[in-house]
């Protein structure tokens, strides 16, 4: 599949781009952003190119988006007892491939860091 510029197919982008938020929500592929062109059937580039028209962040800003909501989300169950995930595992579980991401992406997308968020939250 030859990549068309955005500004000659911008209707083939937006369906796309629906597509991905759909996938990434539903199928939670945020945690393997490799699959998302594999399982919508296209290539990079028009994965790019709709990304960007989701986010102009870019595809790191976008898949890092959810990667923090799913890691507030397990952060807020340990914290309520509703887990059994430990902190220590919640960088994993929310996608992440190393500890050390995981608290810069986290500091950069809420200002705090994971144990000021969920201290902020139950006080």
């Known amino acids: 599949m030859t990549a068309i510029p955005i500004e000659e197919s911008p209707e083939l982008i937006r369906e796309l781009a629906v597509k991905i938020q759909q ?6 592929l945020f945690l393997q952003p490799e699959k998302l062109a594999q399982q919508l059937g296209t290539n ?3 994965l790019s190119q709709a ?4 986010d102009p962040g870019g595809f790191r800003t976008f ?3 959810y990667r923090i909501q799913a890691a507030k989300e397990l952060l807020w169950q340990i914290a309520t007892q509703e887990s059994d995930c430990t902190p220590q595992l ?15 992406t986290f500091k950069a997308f809420t200002d705090l860091t994971h144990l ?6 139950t006080i």
């Open 44 to 46: 990079r580039s028009y």
């Open 116 to 121: 000021f968020w969920v201290i902020e939250r």
């Open 23 to 28: 996938l990434v929500v539903e199928e939670k």
């Open 63 to 65: 898949i890092h988006k």
């Open 90 to 104: 919640v960088w994993q579980r929310a996608g992440f491939n190393s500890l050390k991401m995981y608290y810069r």
């Open 51 to 54: 990304i960007n028209e989701l």
